[in-house]
């Protein structure tokens, strides 16, 4: 996935500190890449935030996301994770790749009904179409409530901003929820794609999930396709896009052309 340094931070941290490191800039977008399965071309990447701790090096999300959120502190996150990946879009665009950018979206960005103006200024003022830009918003939160966040996911998908539902599967949403949310693609959990090529009980539930994005019009995406089993059992499901660390793991922007370079060399073999 590239040759930058990776270490991992065991620390805690609180809130004070995260404020400090979004002021600073600390935070990094990486990006994991998304590909066709019937072709392995490269179609978009999923932006996923890291810390650059001065101390503790690399910092993975899982030991600061929650501070954000329970600090008042995820839309700062979430809008400077947007503003790196928006310029990113327009970055490799400029150099040919045409990819479309995921950015995740929390709960309590989505209540704010100024976000959709907001978001498309930052992407007109980048010079990137809103169809290249992915709002992914996981289904176990979406499900929580997902009528106070439907005006402003509506008000998004106007402005002709992508949508999707990230961790399929494990939300719970009712056939009506679907009908009625603007989405334009469904990921499924990782949980029902890694082994279920020798699980027919993951396999079914993968089955049946693709089957309801065939039949709802929706792309659909496989998430933690982590070796070459899971790989052949996308292919002979023929889904339509996957990630997972066996296509590559999240790196930085600058790892990006090398990894791409790569894996034209090996779908041309």
């Given amino acids: 996935a590239g040759a930058s340094p990776v270490a991992t931070a065991p620390g805690s941290y609180g809130s004070d500190e995260l ?55 995820v839309d700062a996150l979430t809008h400077a994770v947007m503003g790196e990946a928006v ?7 400029d150099a040919g ?38 709002l992914e918003v996981t289904e176990s939160r979406l499900m929580m409530d997902p009528s106070a966040v439907l005006d402003v996911l509506t008000r998004l998908r106007m402005k002709r901003f992508r949508l999707s539902i990230d961790d399929f599967g494990t939300g719970h949403s009712s056939l009506a929820q679907l009908r ?13 794609v890694h082994g279920a090529a020798a699980n ?15 039949q709802l019009g929706l792309d659909f995406v496989a998430e933690g396709v982590d070796d070459e089993a899971d790989w052949r059992f996308l292919r002979a499901a023929r889904c339509d896009y996957a990630q997972g660390y066996f296509i590559a793991r999240p790196m930085p ?11 034209k060399q090996l779908c041309a073999e």
């Fill in 19 to 73: 404020r400090v490191a979004i002021e600073r800039r600390e935070l990094e977008a990486w990006y994991q890449p998304q590909v066709a399965v019937a072709t392995g071309k490269v179609i978009g990447v999923e932006t996923l935030v890291r810390w650059r701790h001065p101390q503790d090096g690399l910092v993975f999300p899982d030991q600061f996301i929650g501070v954000a959120e329970n600090s008042g502190l």
């Fill in 253 to 263: 922007a600058a790892d990006f052309p090398a990894w791409r370079r790569r894996r």
């Fill in 200 to 214: 027919a009980k993951l396999g079914a539930i993968f089955s049946a999930s693709q089957g309801l994005a065939r």
């Fill in 87 to 93: 310029a990113q879009a327009r970055a490799w665009r």
């Fill in 97 to 134: 790749h045409e990819l479309r950018v995921a950015v995740n979206l929390s709960m309590q960005t989505l209540n704010s009904l100024d976000f959709p103006d907001l978001v498309q200024r930052r992407v007109e003022a980048a010079g990137v179409h809103p169809r290249d830009i992915v």
């Fill in 180 to 192: 009625d949310i603007p989405i334009n693609e469904l990921k499924v959990d990782r949980s029902f």
